[in-house]
């Protein structure tokens, strides 16, 4: 199903569609999106973050790709863009 993806293009629909103006807050956010998703989806979500976090570009350019596709002010929630991606991570695998 998920064989041919775009890991930028996957990430970035992510956080568009999940961090964005109108959510309550990041948690609350990314709660729904566990509580809406399949085992599936939420499988698919840990492999192309984690490709993501691979890829061979400066950790930099991944802070700012992430910063671009939320709606997240990263210094109020104590996390670089990068920490915060990972811990979204292991949520996911927690409740998977």
Request: proline share 3%; glycine share 2%.
């Amino acid at each position: 199903m998920y064989e041919n993806y775009d890991t930028l293009e996957e990430l970035s629909d992510f956080l568009e569609g999940t961090f964005h103006q109108d959510m309550g807050s990041p948690e609350q956010a990314l709660k729904e999106f566990i509580d809406e998703s399949s085992k599936e989806c939420l499988v698919f979500t840990i492999k192309f973050c984690e490709e993501f976090l691979n890829e061979n570009i400066s950790d930099q350019e991944k802070e700012s790709f992430i910063k671009s596709y939320t709606e997240i002010y990263f210094p109020a929630i104590d996390l670089t863009p990068l920490q915060w991606l990972k811990k979204v991570i292991i949520e996911i695998k927690e409740a998977i």
